[in-house]
Antibody
Framework: QVQLVQSGAEVKRPGASVKVSCKAS????????MHWVRQAPGQSLEWMGW????????KRSQQFQGRVTLTRDTSATTAYMELSSLRSEDTAVYYC???????????WGKGTTVTVSS | QSALTQPPSASGSPGQSVTISCTGT?????????VSWYQQHPGKAPKLMIY???KRPSGVPDRFSGSKSGNTASLTVSGLQAEDEADYYC??????????FGGGTKVTVL
């Protein structure tokens, strides 16, 4: 079945970086782009950006320009999201989600909790 | 781009209907028919309920319906059931490959 399996929870110091992985299975990885969305505790969903898994092109939300890097490894059918210069406000659950077209996300990972604390 | 505006809460009794609004601008909701709705239960990942304003993915009950008028999209849940109690988020394409979410609405089944 189609699924996205994300890496485990992370605890980071302010100023550090974190890299979250999202392994896809059950479908052709390069046929669907991948979005990244985060959710701070008790807050709404926040779109971070997306990557074209076929050619590696990315689009990042202006809010994260310069701090977020989206990559993928097609041989491993895995997408990655790296966020740098972490601050406490980056404490959140980070989700990857498959893009089915028409700006909809039809399959979601279970989320990766990233905690930024000194 | 700013978040789309949703009411923080909505409620209804079992069997009743509840409608959630999602207000954007002429640059996002009003400009494109790319509004989606997601349901999220506590501690779970979001689930796609509506896409392209009115379409339901397979497996989503027809109790869920979407609509749009001008810069405001709406999600209606008819025949409310206990399992419909959740947070609901709208999202819209905002041009230049950007996406924006709403602030979320907590639906309570009384």
């Amino acid at each position: 079945q189609v699924q996205l399996v994300q890496s485990g929870a992370e605890v980071k110091r302010p100023g550090a970086s974190v890299k979250v992985s999202c392994k896809a299975s059950g479908y052709t990885f390069t046929s669907y782009a991948m979005h990244w969305v985060r959710q701070a505790p008790g807050q709404s969903l926040e779109w971070m950006g997306w990557i074209n898994t076929a050619d590696g092109n990315t689009k990042r939300s202006q809010q994260f320009q310069g701090r977020v890097t989206l990559t993928r490894d097609t041989s491993a059918t895995t997408a990655y999201m790296e966020l740098s210069s972490l601050r406490s406000e980056d404490t959140a659950v980070y989700y990857c989600a498959r893009y089915r077209g028409s700006y909809q996300m039809d399959v979601w990972g279970k989320g990766t909790t990233v905690t930024v604390s000194s | 781009q700013s978040a789309l505006t949703q009411p923080p809460s909505a409620s209804g009794s079992p069997g009743q209907s509840v409608t959630i609004s999602c207000t954007g601008t002429s640059s996002d909701v009003g400009a494109y028919n790319y509004v989606s709705w997601y349901q999220q239960h506590p501690g779970k990942a979001p689930k796609l309920m509506i896409y392209e304003v009115i379409k339901r993915p397979s497996g989503v009950p027809d109790r869920f319906s979407g609509s749009k008028s001008g810069n405001t999209a709406s999600l209606t849940v008819s025949g409310l059931q206990a399992e419909d109690e959740a947070d609901y988020y709208c999202s819209s394409y905002a041009g230049r490959d950007n996406l924006v979410f709403g602030g979320g609405t907590k639906v309570t089944v009384l």
